[in-house]
């Protein structure tokens, strides 16, 4: 069963911009907090930016200052903003989340791929 459906990657120029989103599949289903993750071939997954259950978020290696999360209520959903994109960035990015319907669950998204052209 998918709780979490993501959108957005895609093939960006180092030095632009891109939007991740990361919805509940369904209207009950509530997202609590989330973590988002990359990953590239070989490697382990890592984490990047975790949103708690206020909103704020915090922010981890080399994102630090350049990506943003926050909530997207209207769709119940979570954004990832990454700006000044850069070569190294180029991964498959994974939402996390906690959610709840009558009941707290973990949950991810499918993952979504993210290029960057110098």
């Known amino acids: 069963q998918v709780s979490l459906v993501e959108s957005g990657g895609g093939l960006v120029q180092a030095g632009g911009s891109l939007r991740l989103s990361c919805a509940a599949a369904e209207i009950n289903l509530s997202i609590n907090t989330m973590d988002w993750y990359r990953q590239t071939p070989g490697k382990t997954r890592e984490l990047i930016a975790s949103?708690?259950?206020?909103?704020?978020?915090q922010y981890f290696g080399s994102v630090k200052g350049r990506f943003t999360v926050g909530r997207d209520g209207a769709k119940n959903a979570v954004y990832l903003q990454m700006n000044s994109l850069r070569p190294e960035d180029t991964a498959v990015y994974y939402c996390?989340?906690?959610?709840?319907?009558?009941?707290?669950?973990?949950?991810w998204g499918q993952g979504i791929q993210v290029t960057v052209s110098s």
């Open positions: 949103m708690d259950y206020d909103g704020s978020a």
């Open positions: 996390k989340a906690e959610m709840s319907y009558l009941r707290k669950f973990e949950a």
